[in-house]
Structure formats: C-alpha cells, structure tokens
C-alpha cells in the first residue's frame, strides 16, 4: 500500500520569483517589463516582492507579455497566499507553545518591540536559522535525551526544548576533560558527601568541578511553565557529557536523587543515550540512537540512585528504621549523607506517608 501527501514547503515562493525566471529567459529587463505591462517602476517593485495580488486583470496582461495562462498566474498568486498565510500560523503556533515569558524573566531572552523580532530572537537562542531546522534539531527530544520528569503533569515541547537548549548553552561555559566513566562512577562517592552541604552556592560548583574531571558537564536550569523536567542526560560529543537539573521540587532529596538517577543512565546506558550534534544551519541534525529508554531501563536507574545514596550495607538498618526525627538524623550521620536524603528514602520505599518527616529536608528557592 502506498501513501502521497501534499508537499507542503517550509517557505513561500512569490509570483514575482517566476516573472524574474521569464524576464531572464526572454532577455526583458524590468523596464523592458514596466513598459510592456504599463507600470510605474514601484507597481512593478511592489509585483515582484510579492506585495501586490495578482487579480484577473493582472493576469490578463502577464499571460499577454511573459506567456502562460490566466489560470496560471492566478494561481500561482494564490498557492503564495495561501503559503504566507500557512507560515504564518505556523509561526505563531511555534511562539506560543515557547515559554516565552519565562525565558525573558530568567534571563534567556531580552524584549522585544515586534512579533517578527521575536520570532528572530528565538531562532538565534535555539542557534537555528529557521523553524524548520529548530524541528531537525530539537524535534525529537525523546531521541536525545534521557529525561526524569513527572508523570502526573505533560510537558510542551517547545518548554522543554527551551530548558534543554539553555542547558546546552550553559554547558558551552564548562570545560571538561574527556568522558572517562570509570572515573565518574569513582567520583560519585565524593559527591555523595556533598549532600551534607546546605548552601547550593557551595555545592553545586563544587559538584560541577568533580563531574568535569571525569568529562560531565553539569548544569543546573530553572525549568519554565509546562517544562515538568527534574533532570536530563545526554552527549553533546562523544567525549563530553551532559547531566541537567532543574531543582524543580527545591528539596535536598529530590534534587540529588535525579543527579544519581542521571548519573545512572550515563554509566548503565552509555550506548543507548544519543547526542546532539554541534552543527546549525543547513547540515544541523539530530543523531538519533535507539528508542527511548524503557521503563526497565528507568527503573534500573532509579535502583542505581538508591543503592548510591544508601549503600547495601545501611539498607536493613533504612528498612527497620523508625520514623523519629532523633533516630533518623543518627541513621544520615552513620550513612553520610543528609536527614533529608534519608527521609526521601523512607519515602520511596514506602516506609513511611509522604507527608511524614518533611521538616528535615532541606527547602531551596530560586533567587530571581
């Protein structure tokens, strides 16, 4: 069984193009063609970039001067229209799904006074030139990027490909030696202390520095409306990494349980996470792997996290533990790490109700 399907372009072709094509052909120069059509040189201007409609009468006289039918010019002038108007929405359907008014609040984007200088600013933020190639590039996140986020909400993909392009931008700014995965998983002992840390301002550059030494980058990225991301990770080349936060619940337990998740997926699933290429413009291009990561594969990152921060020796001591404050921070101080990293634990294993020992967790905010 075969399938056809209009070919609809990602441009529009004035009718103008055509009557240079002729003019060309028949060796007319557009003075030539003013007189022949008995135009002033700004009617024919206004002909040949499209801004002029071609009516009937227009059609009469190109037929008469350059050939081809009425029915021809007419419409050709209509397929222009009805591309013009397609593109249009398209644009605009393309704006709103971004999460434009976060991107300006955090810093992403500068204002801007036109809706076509909107449309500009955001093809340079993505480094496409159109949004076409924004499509190529960034129009199978789920190839990409192995993502942690939450079930109980969808995300836009225009927000989530925001989020992921600022990460990649801020990941520019970090300079790494090359991918050596036996020294990121070496490395996570020492990042697992920095869960005691309280203060991100410490911890985190001092997580990002013990990362690049094995070749991640990692970034921390406010996540914008409809962005339900915790946590993303991918190659930007074969030898760097990229491992991506969002801190979107603000609690110590959250945010190092996904960095651990992350941290699995790059060590588990080395050869099933595909990576952006750095190229824009005409040759820019997703390399896309295997299928997204199944949920065994998702689960085995989730254990991967567990056993990281509550290594098998403490896990019948997290499973008998009682649920009192005291008993717990005693149990964080022997594991070494935080009460909360403990409490979030009891949590997902379902010892104890969600709503239980929250006060020791660590709460953050973002400073705008």
């Given at each position: ?244 936060l969002s801190f979107r619940y603000l609690s110590d337990d959250q945010f190092w349980f996904t960095f651990f998740h992350e941290a699995g997926h790059l060590l588990l699933h080395r050869e099933r996470i595909s990576y952006l290429e750095s190229l824009r413009g005409d040759s820019c291009g ?83």
């Amino acid at each position: 069984m075969t399938s056809s399907q209009a070919f609809r372009p990602e441009w529009a072709s004035a009718p103008g193009e055509t009557i240079a094509d002729l003019l060309a052909d028949q060796r007319l120069s557009v003075d030539d063609f003013a007189r022949l059509m008995e135009y002033t040189p700004e009617e024919v201007r206004d002909l040949l970039e499209g801004r002029t409609s071609i009516s009937v009468r227009i059609a009469r006289r190109l037929a008469q001067t350059l050939g081809a039918s009425v029915e021809f010019w007419m419409s050709r002038d209509y397929q222009y229209r009805e591309d013009i108007s397609r593109l249009h929405n398209a644009e605009r359907d393309w704006l709103r799904d971004l999460p434009i008014g976060d991107m300006i609040r955090f810093g992403w984007l500068s204002p801007t006074p036109l809706p076509a200088d909107e449309t500009r600013a955001c093809l340079a933020f993505f480094g496409v030139p159109s949004i076409s190639a924004w499509r190529q590039v960034y129009g199978g996140l789920e190839h990409m990027a192995a993502f942690r986020t939450s079930r109980a909400f969808d995300s836009r993909p225009g927000s989530v490909a925001a989020w992921v392009r600022r990460g990649e931008v801020e990941a520019e700014q970090i300079e790494t030696k090359p991918w050596d995965p036996r020294q990121f998983e070496a490395s996570l002992k020492a990042v697992r202390h920095l869960t005691k840390r309280r203060d991100p301002r410490r911890f985190i550059p001092e997580l990002q520095q013990c990362c690049a030494e094995a070749g991640v980058a990692v970034t921390v990225v406010r996540a914008p409306a409809a962005c339900r991301a915790s946590g993303a990770v991918r190659f930007l080349t074969p030898s760097k990494a990229l491992v991506q936060l969002s801190f979107r619940y603000l609690s110590d337990d959250q945010f190092w349980f996904t960095f651990f998740h992350e941290a699995g997926h790059l060590l588990l699933h080395r050869e099933r996470i595909s990576y952006l290429e750095s190229l824009r413009g005409d040759s820019c291009g997703l390399l896309e792997g295997a299928d997204p990561l199944s949920e065994e594969e998702e689960q085995q990152a989730n254990e991967f996290a567990v056993r990281t921060l509550i290594p098998l020796e403490f896990r019948v001591g997290l499973e008998n533990l009682r649920a009192d404050p005291r008993a717990v921070i005693r149990f964080s101080v022997q594991v070494g790490v935080s009460p909360g990293i403990v409490v979030g634990q009891l949590q997902y294993l379902g010892r104890i109700a969600p709503n239980r020992l929250n006060m020791l967790k660590r709460r953050y905010r973002w400073d705008d």
